[in-house]
C-alpha cells in the first residue's frame, strides 16, 4: 500500500503560480512512476503530468506544456508540480497518483491515489 496526500492548491489570479505536493508514505516511494491528473466541475479527471522513477523523464499534457513542470525528490517521498502562468482553465481538483506499469497517461493503470487539493484560478 502506498499513502498519498496532496497539498499547496490554493485561489491565484489568472497568470500566477503554485507549486503543488504530494508526500508518499508506505512502501518505497522510487519504486513508482508518478503522475498528476485533475478534475474540473462536471468533466472527467484528466491527465497532467507523469515522471518516471529515477526523474530521468517526463511527459506533459499538451494543455500545460511549458507551463507546468513536474519533479520528485526520492529522498523526501515527494512528488512535486509547479504551476506557471495559471488560467482559469486549470481550476480542477488535483490529484497525484502513482503506479509500477511505467511512464503512462492512462489513468487506469495506476494503483494508488490521493485525496486531491483544489486549485482555483480567478481571472
Known amino acids: 500500500q502506498v499513502q498519498l496526500v496532496e497539498s499547496g492548491g490554493g485561489l491565484v489570479q489568472a497568470g500566477g503560480s503554485l507549486r503543488l505536493s504530494c508526500a508518499a508514505s508506505?512502501?518505497?516511494?522510487?519504486?513508482?512512476?508518478m503522475g498528476w491528473f485533475r478534475q474540473a466541475p462536471g468533466k472527467e479527471r484528466e491527465f497532467v503530468a507523469v515522471i518516471s522513477w529515477s526523474d530521468a523523464f517526463t511527459h506533459y499534457a499538451d494543455s500545460v506544456m511549458g507551463r507546468f513542470t513536474i519533479s520528485r525528490d526520492n529522498a523526501m517521498n515527494t512528488v512535486y508540480l509547479q504551476m506557471n502562468s495559471l488560467k482559469p482553465e486549470d481550476t480542477a481538483l488535483y490529484y497525484c497518483?502513482?503506479?509500477?506499469?511505467?511512464?503512462?497517461?492512462?489513468?487506469?493503470?495506476?494503483?494508488?491515489w490521493g485525496q486531491g487539493t483544489q486549485v482555483t484560478v480567478s481571472s
Open positions: 508506505g512502501r518505497t516511494f522510487s519504486n513508482y512512476v
Open positions: 497518483a502513482a503506479t509500477t506499469i511505467g511512464l503512462t497517461s492512462d489513468l487506469a493503470r495506476y494503483d494508488y
